[in-house]
């Protein structure tokens, strides 16, 4: 409880506000392809093994994209 409330004053100073601004950009992007792009709104399997497989490819699969785009702009 003491750590949530102290992360809760944090995301009120200037630095937590430009912190939850960043995380909206990045990290909830993400979750959201993740979901839209990659089939991960649905389990496609049954099973925590095969569940996990799932979403380590998923995760393989947006890393590689975004090792593309990176390198495909240092060839430009």
């Known amino acids: 409880e003491d750590l949530a ?8 100073t200037e630095k937590g506000k430009r912190y939850y601004k960043r995380r909206k950009e990045t990290v909830e992007r993400i979750f959201a392809d993740a979901k839209e792009l990659h089939g991960l709104r649905y389990a496609h399997y049954r099973g925590l093994h095969l569940v996990q497989m799932q979403c380590l490819m998923t995760a ?9 785009t990176k390198l495909s702009k240092v060839q430009e």
């Open 5 to 12: 409330d102290k992360a809760r004053r944090f995301m009120k």
């Open 60 to 68: 393989t699969a947006q890393n590689i994209k975004k090792i593309a």
